[in-house]
């Protein structure tokens, strides 16, 4: 039972390190480098601060899907009960499934958000800060991190959905 909780609060507190850290980008990072003073440096800001992000929501995802699975496992749903089409038409593994789509579908947009996208548009802002391929890829970034952020919201929805039915 303590390993249990344990898993639970470690589960829960890496979902509000990873969901805070959106909002907290969101909300204050981005309009904050709106500001005459940080402007300047505002694509050197996102290069080192997103690849810290980035580290860190890697992990993040691991940790939680570790301690998912050993929930999941100390549930009663073993292995050997995840595989069975059974479990997947049950109103829990329709509620998971739910989960698991959009964890992996988080994934890929995050991979594609945080390798590619993500790096690019920093080094357009610094390089060439008024171009129109920097505001084409700013905007492109923007969008795909509000994808990642309605995955998230999604992802918790069913999350307590999972616990509550
Ligand atoms: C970004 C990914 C994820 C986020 C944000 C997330 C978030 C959460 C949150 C907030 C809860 C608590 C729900 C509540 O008590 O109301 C929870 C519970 C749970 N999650 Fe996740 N989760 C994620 C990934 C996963 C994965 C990959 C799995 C399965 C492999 C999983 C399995 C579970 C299970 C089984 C519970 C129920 C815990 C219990 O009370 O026994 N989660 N999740």
Same mark, same amino acid.
């Given at each position: 039972?303590?390993?249990?909780?344990?898993?639970?609060?470690?589960?829960?507190?890496?979902?509000?390190?990873?969901?805070?850290?959106?909002?907290?980008?969101?909300?204050?990072?981005?309009?904050?480098?709106?500001?005459? @003073?940080? +402007?300047?440096?505002?694509? /050197?800001?996102?290069?080192?601060?997103? #690849?810290?992000?980035? +580290?860190?929501?890697?992990?993040?995802?691991?940790?939680?899907?570790?301690? %998912?699975?050993? @929930?999941?496992?100390?549930? !009663?749903?073993?292995?050997?009960?995840?595989?069975?089409?059974?479990?997947?038409?049950?109103?829990?593994?329709?509620?998971?499934?739910?989960? =698991?789509?959009?964890?992996? =579908?988080? =994934?890929?947009?995050? %991979?594609?958000? /945080?390798?590619?996208?993500?790096?690019?548009?920093?080094?357009?802002? @610094? @390089?060439?800060? /008024?171009?129109?391929?920097?505001?084409?890829?700013? #905007? =492109?970034?923007?969008?795909?991190?509000?994808? +990642?952020?309605?995955? !998230?919201?999604?992802?918790?929805?069913?999350?307590?959905?999972?616990?509550?039915?």
């Amino acid at each position: 039972m303590l390993l249990y909780k344990a898993s639970v609060f470690i589960h829960i507190l890496s979902a509000m390190f990873w969901m805070g850290g959106m909002l907290f980008t969101i909300f204050v990072i981005v309009p904050s480098l709106k500001h005459p @003073q940080l +402007n300047p440096s505002r694509g /050197d800001f996102f290069t080192i601060m997103g #690849k810290y992000f980035s +580290n860190i929501s890697w992990a993040l995802f691991i940790i939680l899907l570790i301690t %998912g699975y050993y @929930q999941l496992t100390y549930r !009663g749903y073993s292995w050997e009960i995840l595989i069975t089409s059974k479990f997947w038409h049950s109103h829990f593994g329709f509620i998971l499934a739910h989960k =698991l789509i959009y964890f992996a =579908l988080m =994934l890929i947009v995050s %991979g594609i958000h /945080d390798f590619w996208l993500g790096p690019k548009t920093a080094m357009l802002i @610094q @390089q060439q800060p /008024d171009s129109a391929t920097t505001t084409r890829y700013r #905007k =492109l970034t923007r969008r795909i991190g509000q994808v +990642n952020f309605i995955f !998230g919201l999604l992802i918790v929805y069913y999350a307590l959905s999972l616990v509550r039915g």
